[in-house]
């Protein structure tokens, strides 16, 4: 249920669960599909640890012969990602959701406080305690009903939607968030917000004789473009805000030179550009 609840929250495209076998052409078919729709490009999957292919078994990365669960699961992102690589255009990347969440592997903190958690969780139901959950109060493991745990909705602010903005450009592939895609989202939230949106184009930015900023667009075949955005809201004698943000949407810069397996991150070398847009 952890693959299906958070596979759901977080819009994946694909969720593969334990309970059903899935086909590996039936996943590449719907990654296919979505890279033949230029409105999106791109594919996210969902695997469950013990989710496997119909007729395969588990991926088990490790065997412990004299425990009592001697199976420990793993791998199996990996090798999906490995599979699906020759039956798609698209590069293929796998990673572990709870490293993304907590921005690496578990900590020892992590570690021990699942086990209180557990450990909490198991005197519940011994002593049949139904309809509560293990909550972390002052540093001291106690239950409540679930409904205490969760706070009233609130609307989206003006700031929630513009981190959300901001993750949502920076977490898309280079191939896809172009700076072309820069530009038409401010350009929408011009619209929406009253703004006036200057979008130069290279002949605008070799008229202002912006060399470094032409020779950086040169390392790519997408056009390029330079974004201005002026918000007319403060008094006539307020010193102007003036906020700079970086837009290459993939780094060119010394490209031989970094490692392949972080290749992927220098997409976000837009983020700054993607912070000012938020």
């Not at 969902?46 to 009592?68: F, M, N």
């Not at 199996?76 to 699906?84: E, I, R, S, T, Y």
């Not at 255009?89 to 709870?98: D, F, K, P």
């Not at 906020?243 to 490692?259: A, C, E, N, Q």
Request: overall charge neutral; proline content about 7%; some cysteine.
């Amino acid at each position: 249920w952890i693959a299906l609840e958070g596979g759901m929250a977080g819009a994946a495209d694909v969720i593969l669960l334990p309970e059903q076998p899935w086909s590996l052409e039936a996943v590449a078919a719907r990654c296919r599909a979505r890279e033949a729709d230029p409105a999106t490009g791109y594919t996210l999957v969902c695997i469950a640890e013990g989710a496997h292919a119909a007729g395969a078994g588990l991926s088990v990365a490790q065997t412990i012969a004299d425990s009592p669960d001697p199976l420990r699961l793993g791998g199996v992102g990996a090798l999906l990602a490995h599979q699906l690589q020759p039956l798609l255009q698209s590069e293929v990347r796998a990673t572990l959701l709870g490293h993304v969440q907590r921005g690496g592997p578990p900590t020892p903190f992590d570690r021990v406080l699942a086990t209180r958690f557990g450990h909490h969780a198991a005197q519940l139901v011994q002593r049949r305690e139904w309809g509560r959950m293990v909550a972390l109060q002052a540093d001291a493991c106690t239950s409540v009903p679930p409904g205490r745990s969760q706070p009233a909705p609130t609307p989206i602010d003006a700031p929630t939607a513009g981190v959300a903005l901001a993750r949502e450009c920076a977490n898309r592939p280079g191939n896809h968030c172009t700076p072309t895609y820069l530009a038409e989202q401010a350009k929408k939230l011009g619209k929406e917000y009253a703004l006036k949106v200057e979008v130069l184009d290279r002949k605008a930015c070799e008229k202002l004789g912006m060399g470094s900023f032409l020779s950086v667009a040169r390392g790519s075949e997408e056009p390029l473009r330079f974004i201005v955005m002026q918000y007319q809201g403060a008094g006539k004698k307020d010193a102007p805000v003036v906020l700079v943000g970086k837009g290459i949407t993939f780094d060119t810069g010394g490209i031989s030179l970094k490692p392949a397996a972080e290749m992927d991150e220098m997409k976000f070398d837009m983020g700054g550009a993607a912070s000012v847009l938020g």
